[in-house]
């Protein structure tokens, strides 16, 4: 699929291009449609080294999931000098430059597992741009398979190579730690249930943020007989301190996984989150795509015909 190149336009949309033909083309993504505006990855932390690093693995993620989306990376505001990159654009700074383009307004998808107090601002300003704003990432079990990977990788839990079922695990308890106060912790309570049926392990939810809850579940958990509890992150990275994930993992003695980072499924749910944000293609719209693909399958059984006919041709010469 080929871009429009508009000057000046931060935010390209797509346009269709010339289809592949020949019988071992690959197929088309019908996902996107024609015109389909630009999904903007909302981050909950001004631009660094470290964030910068895990968005743009996720944004190549989604774009080897679906050729030829347009995709751009939107921060929370914040010191330029620090953050060291001049390309890097604040989602208000990207809302803006669509707006003056005349483009169509982007998909804000926010890079957060669940409810967090970056989403109050972030619908405050899609609402002054009329942008669309998708859900959290989460709950999902999408994450409950990143989360289980992470804890494996750290050596707290083990997963058959075919499904990712456990068949034998080093914690026998899970703390699934996430950010975003005891709303968060609620919502992580739906992924740390998909997590315990995979590790046959009890999963209890808290909120890094919150004051001694971390420490609460972990207690809960050596109640009712787990003896080697661990910390488990539902944290993507930029929307927490990693000095949370470090003081929760010292204050409570146990051996913590590494947060969900560029996990090739959180990913996926990007692309799967913007995709069902778009809107349905009109009657019209799906009219025009037939017509396209029988006008391309024509084109295609002509050309076999002529290549047919000329091997039929040449066949008593050969002889």
């Known amino acids: 699929m080929s871009t429009a190149a508009i000057p000046g336009a931060p935010l390209p949309v797509r346009t269709p291009g010339s289809r592949a033909r020949g019988r071992h083309r690959r197929p088309e993504r019908p996902e996107i449609p024609s ?14 080294p470290e964030s910068r690093s895990v968005v743009e693995e996720l944004l190549s993620i989604v774009r080897s999931e679906h050729n030829g989306v347009q995709a751009a990376v939107g921060y929370l505001p914040g010191d330029s000098a620090e953050a060291g ?3 890097d654009r604040t989602v208000a700074e990207l809302l803006a430059l669509a707006a003056e383009a005349g483009l169509p307004m982007p998909v804000l998808v926010p890079l957060v597992p669940g409810p967090h107090g970056f989403l109050t601002e972030l619908h405050a300003l899609a609402a002054e741009y009329g942008a669309p704003v998708t859900d959290a990432l989460g709950p999902h079990p999408l994450l409950a ?40 912790a609620a919502a992580a309570g739906i992924t740390g249930v998909l997590l315990a049926a995979r ?8 909120a890094l943020d919150v004051p001694g809850s971390v420490a609460a579940a972990v207690n809960h958990l050596k109640e009712t007989g787990s003896q080697r509890p661990a910390l488990a992150p539902l944290v993507i990275g930029p929307e927490a301190d990693s000095e949370l994930l470090a003081t929760a ?12 980072g560029a996990y090739p499924t959180v990913g996926q749910l990007i692309a ?10 009109s ?16 084109a295609e059984g002509a050309v076999e015909g002529v290549r047919g006919a000329h091997a039929a041709a040449e066949g008593p010469v050969g002889q």
């Open 35 to 48: 015109g389909a505006p630009a999904l903007v990855l909302a981050v909950p932390a001004a631009a660094g």
């Open 85 to 87: 990159g001049g390309e």
């Open 145 to 184: 398979e990143a989360v289980h990977v992470r804890l494996s990788e750290a050596g707290l839990a083990r997963a058959d190579r075919a499904r990712l079922f456990a068949i034998a695990t080093a914690a026998d308890g899970v703390v699934l730690t996430t950010v975003g106060g005891e709303d968060a």
């Open 199 to 206: 590790l046959a392990v009890p999963v209890v939810a808290a």
């Open 249 to 260: 993992a010292e204050e409570t003695g146990c051996p913590s996984a590494a947060p969900l």
């Open 272 to 281: 799967s989150t913007y995709l069902a944000a778009l809107p349905a293609p």
């Open 283 to 298: 009657a019209e719209d799906l009219a025009r795509a037939e017509a396209e693909a029988a006008a391309a399958a024509g």
